[in-house]
T-cell receptor, first 117, second 111 residues
Framework: NAGVTQTPKFQVLKTGQSMTLQCAQDMNHNSMYWYRQDPGMGLRLIYYSASEGTTDKGEVPNGYNVSRLNKREFSLRLESAAPSQTSVYFC????????????????FGAGSRLTVL | QKEVEQDPGPLSVPEGAIVSLNCTYSNSAFQYFMWYRQYSRKGPELLMY????GNKEDGRFTAQVDKSSKYISLFIRDSQPSDSATYLC???????????FGAGTRLFVKA
């Protein structure tokens, strides 16, 4: 059982280049998330998908786009990379359906380290 | 002001010590309070969570929530070198998909 798989693990881009981070989960989870982690800032939500076919902005969506390809896969695209997007990106998933009861327990991937020069 | 404040440390303790990790928050709507542990170069993993106020114990770990003070704590008893990691507090409201994380406290337990 792989859990949440992210690719690539490392990437170096030049300013203005584009790239897509891929994420897949095999736990039949309903919701999926993209976070970025920067020193001193903690994890900040970029976008999330509450269910297949829906996506919503998080705290820091500017400069990113997402696609929920199917229930398993959720990709993050940087159309024109900037040095401020240098970060570690984490994909997460959850069985959470947004109901009034139960915590939204996130299962994270191992992370993708992106450097924009 | 951040919604969730957490001292980044680092915190260094000898093996066997009791460790206290804390977060404060400003949003009264938070109802679920979580602690994640993150080893170096890995993704965070859930340690435990509590709903509303009170204590919860799981082995050597105890989580406390004081909603009146907007203050949460994680205690680690008999700390071990394998507990060396970054500990992230996290919070969310009822039915909410957005989880807000603290910056994380880096803990070192020396053998």
């Amino acid at each position: 059982n792989a859990g949440v798989t992210q690719t690539p693990k490392f990437q170096v881009l030049k300013t203005g280049q584009s790239m897509t981070l891929q994420c897949a989960q095999d736990m039949n989870h309903n919701s999926m998330y993209w976070y970025r982690q920067d020193p001193g800032m903690g994890l900040r939500l970029i976008y999330y998908s509450a269910s297949e076919g829906t996506t919503d902005k998080g705290e820091v969506p500017n400069g990113y786009n997402v696609s929920r390809l199917n229930k398993r896969e959720f990709s993050l695209r940087l159309e024109s990379a900037a040095p401020s997007q240098t970060s570690v990106y984490f994909c997460a998933s959850s069985v959470f359906r947004g109901t009034a009861s139960g915590a939204n327990v996130l299962t994270f991937g191992a992370g993708s380290r992106l450097t924009v020069l | 002001q951040k919604e969730v404040e957490q001292d980044p440390g680092p915190l260094s303790v000898p093996e066997g010590a009791i460790v206290s990790l804390n977060c404060t928050y400003s949003n009264s709507a938070f109802q679920y309070f979580m602690w994640y542990r993150q080893y170096s170069r890995k993704g965070p993993e859930l340690l435990m969570y509590t709903y509303s106020s009170g204590n919860k114990e799981d082995g050597r770990f105890t989580a406390q929530v004081d909603k009146s003070s907007k203050y949460i704590s994680l205690f680690i008893r008999d700390s071990q070198p394998s507990d060396s990691a970054t500990y992230l507090c996290a919070m969310s409201g009822t039915g909410g998909f957005k989880t807000i994380f603290g910056a994380g406290t880096r803990l070192f337990v020396k053998a």
